[in-house]
């Protein structure tokens, strides 16, 4: 057993944060690990060496109760991950069931790892399924935070693993997806809308691939052994999903807020081209531009990439569109004489960009893009339009939710997931031209004062959760 005796004073609290291997996951559990050690809570955060080495500098005020632990994934054989691959960015997707095999490689690291820090509590994400029986024997306590939203663990919560018996009973195929479970028990838009999208999450929660398990028995597993769940989310936002995930789960739900980048001064981006780039920026009107960007987990095909720059040409907005840097090279990144024809209006910008200064930026207006929840914040944050084109994971159920509360316009697609150029221009101009945009706009503005840009609303939910945490440790 871990001896509590070690902590140097009553109240002091060391969490060990255990992020799944993608930035979309990692950037929340960092932003909750600075969120609490506002509180005085010490934060040991483990990922691998590459993903630690890319991540943000700490507050200086705060860098003494944050450590970064690396642990290197172990090497595969006879087919290893590419050289320096840390997080799913760094892997073609085909290789992803090998990140797994080497993130669950990591389980005796990890129990070294817990004897030596004696931490009072592990913060886990969805994947860790096996740092369930390791906290046990070693008597430290386990919550899992999910950095989605409450409707997404809601529809996410797979109640067959529980028994191991009549597995798929619940949601045996993929069309089943296409509803609200039953659990849902008010008025819902939460499901998928295609047979793409529920093939995709049925595959996701009931497929075990070549790691051997289930993302929902996984999940599962650790809903039922932690001490509670800890969630981004607000009741203002979510609070009837909010009770019900207690309520099915059994479990004391913490919602820790939106987790909302520090507001800082605005900075002077000087690096070549972005200095240009934010010139231009600086000649256009306010909240005119549409800022185009697809985040780092999912890798744009081709056509996927010529598609939606047709449709923000077809627009006729304004905009600032970055492309990550695809696996093919930069052969035919863009359509055939688009920026010629943009010239002036829009500006695309391949590889790396600084999206929080770029939302920072009062000329943008709005945005087009993934719906990666962590983007949705740092787009709320200001009012931005939300103009929605989700692809994987939680992307499609988090878009529902916002379209629920009246926050953002989705892209329409087709059965097998297609979309147009058409359908994005129409969405684009929906949220900033039209009246009913008015409405939207308006909302949207709303949701910022009272709830994503809102300091004290978000700091008394960690400071909730911090009082949790600490008083976890006195009851113990």
Known sequence: ????????????????????????????????????????????????????????????????????????????????????????????????????????????????????KSPNWIVVDFFHHWAVEIAQELGVQLILFSISTASTAVFFWSPEFLSGEGRRQARPSPADMMAPPDWVDFPSQIACRNNHEAEAMHSLLYSAGASGIEDGARLTRLIQDSHALAIRACLELEGDYLNLLSKITGKPVFPVGCLPPAEEKRMIVTEEPWSKIFDWLEKQEASSVVFVGFGSEYKLRREEIHEIAYGVELSGLPFLFAVRRPDWGDDQILPPGFEARVAGRGVVQVGWAPQREILAHPSIGASLFHAGWASVVETMVHGHCLVLLPFIIAQPLDSRLLVEKGLAVEVERGEDGSFTRNGIAHALRKAMLSKEGEILRARTREAANAIFANKQLNNDYIKTFAEYLKSGIKEN
């Open 1 to 116: 057993m871990i001896n509590l005796e070690k902590m140097i004073e009553e109240n002091e609290v060391h969490v060990l944060m255990v992020p799944w291997l993608a930035f979309g996951h990692i950037i929340p559990f960092l932003d909750l690990s600075i969120a609490l050690a506002k509180f005085n809570i010490h934060i040991s955060f483990i990922s691998t060496p590459q993903n630690i080495a890319r991540l943000p500098k700490l507050p200086e005020n705060l860098s003494h109760l944050i450590k970064f632990v690396p642990i290197p994934l172990p090497l595969l054989h006879p087919n290893p991950l590419p050289e320096n691959a840390g997080a799913t960015t760094d892997i073609p997707a085909e290789r992803m069931d090998d990140l797994k095999i080497a993130c669950d490689l990591l389980r005796e690291p990890f129990k070294n790892l817990l004897v030596e």
